[in-house]
């Protein structure tokens, strides 16, 4: 806000001895706050490798489909192994845009064990709302969505066998 002092007929200037008074504004926009709960982890399944091989697997988060690169191969059967995308889901205010940060990597460290960790690298999002638009999603008119995360496991030849975590965090915020 800026106040200036514009001649007109009867001048009122402070410094020629009367007062001048003007009234702004406030304002403000308040929202609903935007949440974010993981509802299933990203899953690399129940994988098997060659001693002296290495390779990864690449989950897509936009269609969920699975790629195995290399020598590693799924051991799951039809259990419940099998690889798949994260879900989250987000709440917030009907309507709003929001945009969805996640790390480019992590490293997946051995649970049981002192290993050297696997690094889990090309980790993407994609909302269900703006599939295509990368880290952007939309609420709908009840204030919320979903979004996938992937990314790919590299698995270097030599790797301990062994249950393997990394977390990742994601926060979404109001774009």
Request: net charge negative.
């Amino acid at each position: 806000m800026s106040l200036a002092c514009v001649a007109v007929a009867t001048p009122a200037c402070a410094g020629d001895g009367t007062s001048a008074t003007a009234t702004g504004s406030a304002a403000a926009s308040i929202v609903q706050p935007i949440t974010v709960r993981a509802l299933d982890d990203l899953l690399f399944g129940t994988l098997a490798i060659g001693p002296d091989a290495s390779g990864a697997i690449s989950v897509d988060p936009e269609s969920g489909s699975v790629a195995f690169l290399g020598a590693l191969r799924s051991v799951c059967g039809t259990g419940g192994c099998q690889a798949h995308p994260a879900i989250f889901g987000v709440t917030g205010q009907p309507g709003r845009r929001y945009r969805i940060d996640a790390p480019a990597s992590a490293m997946a460290s051995q649970v049981d064990g002192i290993g050297p960790a696997l690094p889990v690298v090309d980790i993407r999002v994609s909302a269900n709302s703006l599939p295509g638009s990368p880290n952007i999603g939309l609420l709908d008119s009840n204030g919320e969505d979903r979004f996938r995360l992937g990314g790919t496991l590299q698995v270097p030849a030599g790797s301990a066998a062994g249950f393997y975590r990394a977390d990742v965090e994601v926060v979404v915020t109001y774009d």
